[in-house]
């Protein structure tokens, strides 16, 4: 039995764009778990609002980095870590940039190394909409739309600087029309879908 850990945020966590939350089968970690089959544990970690190494004024207990180490004693010995942030990172209030957002992935792949990890998949999380200002979400700037947007290349390049699988989410996946920051269904479907075929053949 090979564990799977997925780390993430909302869309790991499976925030429905309309209200609520994707049912299991619906979001991506539970979608992904089907399609390998027998053989896979696949344990879904996700958190809205969490960050990569940040804390957030607003929103208590989100800083991925504060958290990873009890989710991989919890879980290890683990086969994959699958790390899906960056998104809350680009909030405004933050100050960051695509650069030091990368820095916080990979300070969470330093920790990761301490532990029962065998592989490490750092995934690019899908783009922050261009009309985020239009929305609920007021941490996020069209400034927060053109990082994530950039975060992609440099995420690649710490993936193959430290020996990591990478996959860029966005080429597969998009925001919702409706809040401009969550997956809608097919979304889900499709990221979990093109995360199968990378983990079968690392795996």
């Known amino acids: 039995m090979k564990t799977i850990l997925c780390y993430g945020d909302s869309n790991t ?3 429905n ?7 299991y089968d619906k979001r991506w970690p539970g979608i992904l778990s089907s399609l390998l089959g027998e053989g896979y544990h696949v344990i879904e970690e996700g958190l809205g609002g969490r960050t990569t190494v940040f804390d957030d004024p607003f929103e208590p207990g989100r800083n991925g980095k ?9 879980h ?13 990172d680009t909030k405004r209030f933050f100050g960051t940039d ?10 969470l792949v330093r920790i990761a190394g301490t532990y029962e990890v065998k592989e490490i998949m750092v995934v690019s999380p899908i783009h922050v909409g261009a009309r985020i200002e239009e929305t609920i979400f007021a941490g996020f700037t069209g400034e927060s739309v ?13 993936a193959e600087r430290e020996g990591l699988i990478f996959f860029d989410a966005a080429t597969v996946a ?8 969550h997956m809608d269904a097919e979304s ?5 879908e093109a995360l199968k075929e990378v983990i079968i053949r690392h795996l």
Not at 68 to 73: F, H, Q, S
Not at 147 to 153: A, Q
């Open 174 to 181: 998009t925001p919702s029309e409706i809040d401009q920051l």
């Open 13 to 15: 966590h499976g925030s």
């Open 98 to 107: 695509e650069r030091t957002i990368v820095r916080g992935i990979e300070a």
């Open 66 to 74: 504060t958290f990873l180490p009890v989710a991989l004693a919890s």
């Open 76 to 88: 290890q010995p683990i086969d994959l870590l699958i790390i899906s942030l960056g998104t809350n």
């Open 188 to 192: 889900h479907r499709s990221l979990a």
């Open 17 to 23: 764009p309309g209200g609520g939350r994707w049912e």
């Open 146 to 158: 053109e990082i994530s947007r950039k975060l992609s290349k440099r995420i690649k390049a710490l």
